[in-house]
Structure formats: structure tokens, C-alpha cells
């Protein structure tokens, strides 16, 4: 029975024991990448505009649970109703095409360069598991820096069109616009303004998040703890949001350069001063403590000592 029924399979196409080819593998990837990029597009939105300042809509006095009297700025909700206010929904989706394509070529430079390296790295049983760490992230780091050189150019686009909301432009209004302006204006190094920063940020996470993960899996992770597997599946997880919080400000900047004196008014004066270099940026935000603009969506207040009075 069984000699009839494989080739009756056979002749049906279907291979129950079949396994999906690389390059279905490697669509599904893309197009995934493309739908969650899509999606959180209006959050890193609303994100830029607040990271270059502009604060449209007034603060609202009130109070926190200690009676404390601050302005709230607007969050996340009532800053997209604004954006969809002026533009219309399509207006949240400003300098979408940009962040696919470097979603896209991110993707395919990480899987490419990554069985590259699987290629050409020896696998040694005896490193020890610092060892292993320390190679495993030194791959990463290169893994990242080589993806952000291929697509930082169509970051600094992205966030060239989403930044023309604030003075209202159309000097980048489509990719090759984008290309054709920023060739023209500034040349190729247009294109990489603000990655120092950005990779800087990067290679800063991946080594603290990594190195942090293993210390506190190793030795404060006790063994005779029943949920200690459990334990160290998550601490890279967390370990990762407190350190994105400690390199935000390396993201902040790189934002910043990036629109900075390329002709739009959120990176001229009076909306921002004209930087010399990321390190002046740096500095001018340290000193005003605005390194952490833009780090949150929801809750945003700023503290005063004295309001004035408001009239019904």
C-alpha cells in the first residue's frame, strides 16, 4: 500500500515532509519587514517632529499625584490627529517609501553578510563562554556598521521628508527627488550626514546590552533557581530597553544632523541652530538638557515654577 500511495503524493505535488526554499523564506522576511515597518511609521513620525522641536499644539496645565503643578505636551494620539488635521491620514505616512527601502536592503546586507561570516568563521568547542560573546558581538557589531553604511542614505531621506512638515516644504517630495537634491546640493557625503553618531549609538548598544546580559546570566543568575533558564531568556530582552534608554541621545543627534542646514526650516534658524559638527550638537543639547527630547510618546510635561493665571 504504502508503494501506491508515495507516488499517488508524488503526482499530487504535495510533500508533507517539504520544507519552505530559502528565497520563499527570504521574501516572507521582506514583505514582513515592509508590513511592521508600515505600521510604526507614524510613531517614529510623531517621534521626529518632537525630536526637532516642533511642538505645534500648546501645553495644558496640570497637576501630578503629588500636587505638583506642570504643562503637559501633547502625546502621541493628539500630536497624529494634528498631523491627519493638516495633511489627512496619507499625511502619517510622509516618508514611508524611504524607511521600506532601508528596511528592505538592511535585511538582505544582514542575511548575506551573516552567512558570509558563518562561512569563513571556525567554530571552536573550546572558547570559553566570554569568548563566545565577545566574537558573537564583534560579528554583530560588523553586521550592523556594514548595514547602516547601505542604508543610512535613505534614513537621512526619510527624515528629510518627515522633517518638511514643519516648514511645510516640498523640496524632497519622492525618493529620486530626494537623491537628485542631496546629490546636488551636498554630494555623497549628504547621504552619510549623521552616521557617525548613529554607528557610534549602535555599536555602544550591542557590546553594553551583550556584555551585560552574560555578567548578570553568569554570576547573579543562581543555578539552584528553578526558573533560572527561564531568567536568562529574558535578561538580554530587558537588558536591551535600559540600554536603549542610555545610547537614545547618540539617535537623538544623528536625527538632528541629518536635517540640519539642508535647506528646510527645522534645521535653520530660529527652529535650530546651524551645527559645526555632532559633537556641537551634542553639546548644545547637554547644556539645555534636551538629550532625551523625543524619548517618549505619552506623558510628556515640562516643569514650571510659576504659571500664569488662566481665565475661564
Not at 107 to 124: A, C, G, I, N
Amino acid at each position: 500500500m504504502e508503494s501506491q500511495e508515495n507516488p499517488l503524493r508524488q503526482t499530487n505535488g504535495v510533500d508533507q515532509d517539504a520544507t519552505p526554499a530559502p528565497v520563499d523564506m527570504d521574501t516572507a522576511v521582506l514583505l514582513l519587514g515592509a508590513g511592521v515597518t508600515a505600521i510604526t511609521h507614524p510613531l517614529l513620525y510623531v517621534k521626529l517632529l518632537i525630536q526637532v522641536g516642533h511642538e505645534p499644539l500648546p501645553p495644558t496645565v496640570g497637576t501630578t499625584m503629588f500636587g505638583r503643578r506642570v504643562l503637559y505636551l501633547p502625546g502621541f494620539f493628539s500630536y497624529a490627529q494634528y498631523i491627519v488635521k493638516v495633511d489627512g491620514k496619507r499625511g502619517l505616512f510622509r516618508g514611508l517609501s524611504s524607511r521600506i527601502m532601508s528596511s528592505a536592503i538592511s535585511t538582505v546586507v544582514r542575511s548575506k553578510v551573516k552567512q558570509q561570516m558563518e562561512f569563513l568563521s571556525k567554530k571552536d568547542e573550546q572558547q570559553t563562554s566570554l569568548r563566545k560573546v565577545v566574537k558573537e558581538t564583534s560579528n554583530e557589531m560588523i553586521i550592523q556598521f556594514l548595514s547602516r553604511v547601505a542604508t543610512h542614505p535613505f534614513h537621512v531621506m526619510s527624515v528629510r521628508c518627515m522633517a518638511q512638515f514643519v516648514g511645510r516644504e516640498v523640496k524632497y517630495s519622492g525618493m529620486l527627488t530626494c537623491i537628485v537634491s542631496i546629490f546636488k546640493e551636498e554630494g555623497v557625503a549628504g547621504f552619510y550626514v549623521g552616521v557617525v553618531p548613529h554607528v557610534l549609538g549602535e555599536v555602544l548598544f550591542l557590546w553594553s546590552c551583550n556584555l551585560l546580559a552574560h555578567f548578570i546570566n553568569t554570576y547573579a543568575v543562581d543555578e539552584s533557581f528553578s526558573q533560572a533558564s527561564a531568567v536568562r531568556s529574558y535578561t538580554k530582552f530587558v537588558m536591551g530597553i535600559a540600554v536603549s534608554v542610555l545610547t537614545y541621545p547618540f539617535m537623538l543627534v544623528a536625527d538632528l544632523m541629518a536635517v540640519n542646514n539642508c535647506g528646510l526650516t527645522a534645521g535653520l534658524p530660529p527652529h535650530s541652530p546651524i551645527f559645526r559638527s555632532w559633537l556641537h550638537c551634542w553639546n548644545h543639547l547637554s547644556q539645555r538638557g534636551l538629550l532625551f527630547r523625543g524619548s517618549s510618546f505619552f506623558s510628556r510635561r515640562v516643569p514650571v515654577t510659576t504659571l500664569p493665571s488662566i481665565d475661564d
